[in-house]
């Protein structure tokens, strides 16, 4: 359970502090926020912050429906880089 108390203060302080939706740009509330696993969360992904992206709910819904539309946008992971760690590590890294 230690790794579910973890991901939950990741994600609080993450949540507390991206105000701006990525896709919108607009100022959401708190209980607006949501956490967007742009690699996925599998494994490693479901903690590592830089994978992830703040969306609003609105967003969040519109980029799981649309892939590759966020792909071009930067919100979803590149061809073959989903559920991938070590490649979504080379991405983030420029
Ligand atoms: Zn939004």
Redesign the pocket.
């Known amino acids: 359970m230690r790794h579910q108390n973890t991901y939950k203060k990741l994600k609080d302080e993450f949540l507390a502090t991206h105000t701006l939706?990525?896709?919108?740009?607009?100022v959401?509330p708190l209980y607006g926020r949501t956490v967007h696993h742009k690699y996925g969360r599998l494994g490693k992904l479901k903690c590592w912050v830089p994978g992830w992206r703040m969306?609003?709910w609105?967003?969040?819904d519109w980029v799981h429906g649309h892939p590759a539309a966020a792909r071009e946008l930067g919100l979803y992971a590149p061809h073959g880089m989903w559920r991938d760690y070590k490649k979504a590590v080379l991405n983030e890294a420029h």
């Not at 939706?21 to 607009?26: T, V």
């Open positions: 939706c990525a896709k919108c740009d607009k959401i969306l609003c609105k967003c969040h």
